[in-house]
């Protein structure tokens, strides 16, 4: 399988700095934002979290700032027997950079992302023999 696990997750509420200390400490670029219920919420870039950072406003960003507003609520989960090549279908149609992997029962199993699926096709799992 291509998932990663354990998934990283963090809670609604929480501050820029700790989502990027938390991605830094595990070397990481995506965090799954959950709600107190333990419910997804969204996903949380580095890459949504500099662009906020960096965005000239009236009231200029902080570290400090909630990370309300700068995660992405679209999420497309999939289940552990899904297919590679419909994650990586997926991730081109709907601009994703990563998709959690949900079991039937709803818990978190992993998450997919760009990197996993070209760690994929660089290990030549899914492709064909067919060149360019």
Do not use: F
């Amino acid at each position: 399988l291509i998932m990663s696990q354990p998934v990283h997750t963090v809670m609604q509420g929480s501050l820029i700095k700790s989502a990027l200390y938390k991605m830094k400490q595990m070397d990481i670029s995506h965090l799954l934002v959950l709600s107190g219920a333990g419910r997804i919420m969204g996903i949380v870039t580095e890459k949504l979290l500099l662009q906020h950072l960096s965005t000239l406003s009236s009231k200029r960003p902080s570290i400090e700032d909630s990370i309300e507003g700068c995660y992405s609520t679209q999420i497309i989960p999939a289940t552990p027997d899904t297919n590679i090549r419909q994650l990586a279908v997926t991730c081109v149609e709907h601009q994703l950079s990563c998709i959690p992997i949900v079991k039937d029962t709803g818990s978190l199993e992993g998450i997919v992302t760009r990197t996993d699926l070209l760690q994929s096709l660089i290990n030549n799992e899914w492709l064909d023999s067919r060149s360019l």
